[in-house]
């Protein structure tokens, strides 16, 4: 019974479908060559587990297994749906064959890891302790812009400098 419980409490289904599409352009001004591109993402998510919950609770009544101690399983789900565009511009700039200058914007995504979006929860109340996941945290997107320029020297060597600033949120 108290396997069948601890199996319970730490079973998840979690499904995340990242559906994309990808778009990119590309020109030459001269020295200068553009290549331009964006990304779009629809992810559809679902996020499946089991709270253990005191028998005493009125949230025990939708309840499966219990670990003969007080407490009972509890089915849980939460879904999240959102879409995101990704655009990102390359620019490199040609003064000579051996002196060249990059710039680069890009924008990205980090999606939080299952257990920390996962809904379900442990209770202990006997220690009124709470162990869950959130499932309204978002995942992060960056902004990147990179700048660097390059000197190859005569005989296969390179000076490089670059600079860059990632802005997270």
Do not use: C, M
Not at 110 to 117: D, L, M
Not at 143 to 168: R, T
């Amino acid at each position: 019974q108290a396997d069948a419980y601890a199996s319970g409490q730490a079973q998840q289904d979690n499904r995340e479908n990242v559906f994309a599409g990808y778009v990119q352009g590309e020109a030459d001004f001269g020295a200068l060559h553009l290549l331009a591109g964006l990304r779009a993402e629809f992810t559809d998510a679902r996020y499946q587990g089991n709270t253990g919950v005191p028998i005493t609770s009125s949230a025990a009544a939708g309840g499966t297994i219990t670990n003969g101690k007080g407490s009972i399983l509890v089915p849980t789900s939460s879904t999240s749906r959102y879409t995101n565009l990704f655009p990102s511009l390359q620019a490199r700039y040609e003064f000579s064959p051996s002196l060249i200058a990059r710039a680069v914007y890009s924008s990205t995504i980090a999606r939080p890891g299952f257990n920390q979006v996962n809904p379900s929860a442990t209770i202990d109340a006997a220690n009124n302790i709470v162990t869950t996941g959130n499932p309204n945290l978002k995942p992060i997107t960056a902004n990147s812009f990179d700048l660097s320029v390059e000197h190859y020297l005569p005989f296969g060597g390179i000076v490089s400098a670059g600079v860059f600033d990632k802005e997270l949120s």
